[in-house]
Each structure stands twice: as C-alpha cells, then as structure tokens.
C-alpha cells in the first residue's frame, strides 16, 4: 500500500471524515477473525517487531502474555512493558516508514562496481560513467577522464549512453509527427 498516496488524500478530507473513518477501521479492526488470524501466529516468549505510533517506527519486544484483545510485551530497547493491540504486531514483515516524499536517487545496495549510472552536475549538465568505487555516502564514477564522487541520491540509472567516452548526451524529443523538438 502507498502510504504517500493516502496521506495526501487524507489530508484533503475533513476532520468529521476522518473520525468516520476511524470508527470504521475500528470496527473492522475488532472483528473477531482480525484477531485470530494475528494471535494464532504468536507464542509467549516469541520475539516480536511491532509499530510504535508515536514515534513512526518499529520497535521489537517480547511477548509475555496474550490477552483477549490486546498483548503485554516488554520492550526490548527500554525494558518496559507495555499492552498492544494485536493489529500493530508486523506478523509479515512489512515495511512500516510512512514516506511523505517519495526516494530519490539510488541506495547503496542499488549500486554495482561496473555499473553505468548517470547524474545531473551542479551545472545541471547531464553526465554519466562506470562506477568505480562505493563509498559510505558516495560513488566514484569515471565520467570519460574525470572522476567524480557523486551521493547516491543524485544518482540515476542510465538507459543507452555513449558513457565510456564521458560525454554530455543530448537527448531529442520525437513527436507524434515524427518532427524532433
């Protein structure tokens, strides 16, 4: 699911909307099948990652007991204990950041030595080159003769370059015409 995505259409709905909303995954969220599904899947003793509301992340614990509606679990992190809902306990792993801006660029591990990426210099020339070493915040490209060490959010990745050479590529838009812009 695109969290982005539905935030921005929450933030477009009033606040009556909302707290209609609400009730109404609550409801859902009570329904009997919810919590069986959930509380089938968990042992006391088991190790757990959960989201945390208020600080927007997960967080791992131990449960100690299994209620009716809710689970204690001590907090690994700060050895508390605390009573959860069933449906806040990430039993497949799913990835809980909530990201208002979608990701730019390239991660580390999206990154090969020997890869062709490309980049937008500071001025704002198209570039591209082989990758030629990783390092913890950036890459060294060889663009042509130059290198370059380049973040890996301005990175992107490169489609059909003449990228050996080092060269600024020009790009031609083609319309329906056939005419070049």
Aim: hydrophobic letters at 40%.
């Amino acid at each position: 699911m695109n969290f982005s995505d539905v935030l921005k259409a929450l933030n477009q709905a009033s606040a009556f909307e909302l707290y209609r909303m609400r009730a109404g995954i609550d409801r859902v969220l009570e329904q009997p099948q919810w919590l069986d599904s959930i509380r089938s899947r968990l042992r006391v003793g088991q190790t757990i990652s959960y989201f945390e509301p208020r600080e927007n992340a997960s967080s791992s614990g131990l449960i100690i007991e299994l209620r009716r509606k809710r689970v204690l679990v001590l907090e690994i992190a700060t050895q508390k204990r605390w009573l959860i809902e069933y449906a806040a306990i990430n039993v497949d792993g799913a990835d809980v950041e909530i990201r208002e801006q979608p990701r730019q660029g390239l991660g580390r591990n999206e990154v090969a030595v020997g890869e062709m990426v490309g980049f937008v210099g500071r001025d704002q020339q198209e570039r591209s080159g082989k990758v030629i070493r990783l390092n913890d915040k950036t890459v060294t490209l060889l663009c042509g003769r130059v290198q370059w060490r380049v973040a890996y959010q301005f990175l992107h990745r490169v489609v059909d370059s003449q990228a050996i050479d080092g060269e600024v590529l020009e790009i031609s838009v083609v319309d329906s015409d056939g005419d070049h812009r």
